[in-house]
């Protein structure tokens, strides 16, 4: 007779799914803004759906070294989400529930934290940015990542210092035994 799952086994089976949909999801959007980018050297009307319906056609035409840096933001985004969706996806293949304290689980952590922060910090310059280009031409309006993405970014390092204590102990009980 076949056991049933508990309930975080079940939560740990499905979360790989999703970090594949998420990683998966921010590939191609990485590839549709390049490809747009890449179409509107040729036909500038590219520019008007560049992805999900972002417009940047006025913005080509005001100044096309602007359009390169505001397509540059976005697709230097994508690649950082990504990159933290993949570093996720290797930390739950690799996670075990019978021995989740690990130093490898730690330093997985610690990276996804890292480079979670590196996405927050390219988010605001990308914001700083945002505003400056306003300024400048009129276009480019919205806010990419709020300020709030941080507090994720702090309880991610936050879990990562909890395995690595638990390592700790882990460990410092197997000498006593």
């Given at each position: 007779m076949k056991q049933l799952k508990t309930r975080t086994e079940q939560i740990l089976a499905t979360m790989p799914i999703l970090a594949w949909?998420?990683?998966a999801a921010y590939v191609i959007e990485t590839g549709a803004v390049l490809y747009s980018y890449t179409i509107s050297f040729v036909d500038p009307e590219a520019a008007k759906d560049v992805y999900r319906?972002?417009?940047l056609y006025r913005l080509s035409k005001i100044n096309f070294w602007y359009y390169t840096q505001a397509i540059s933001l976005i697709a230097g985004l994508a690649v950082s989400k990504a990159v933290v969706a993949w570093l996720?996806?290797?930390a739950l293949t690799k996670f075990r529930l019978e021995n989740p304290f690990t130093m490898d689980m730690v330093v997985r952590l610690e990276k996804i934290s890292y480079a979670a922060f590196g996405?927050?910090?390219?988010a605001m310059v990308s914001n700083g940015h945002l505003a400056w280009m306003m300024k400048e031409t009129g276009e480019l309006q919205g806010n990419w990542i709020s300020g709030e993405f941080i507090f994720i970014i702090a309880l991610v390092y936050v879990m990562s210092q909890i395995f690595r204590r638990g390592v700790e102990?882990?460990?410092e009980h197997e000498l006593t035994v």
């Open positions: 949909v998420a990683f319906g972002l417009n996720v996806i290797r996405t927050w910090v390219l102990i882990q460990t």
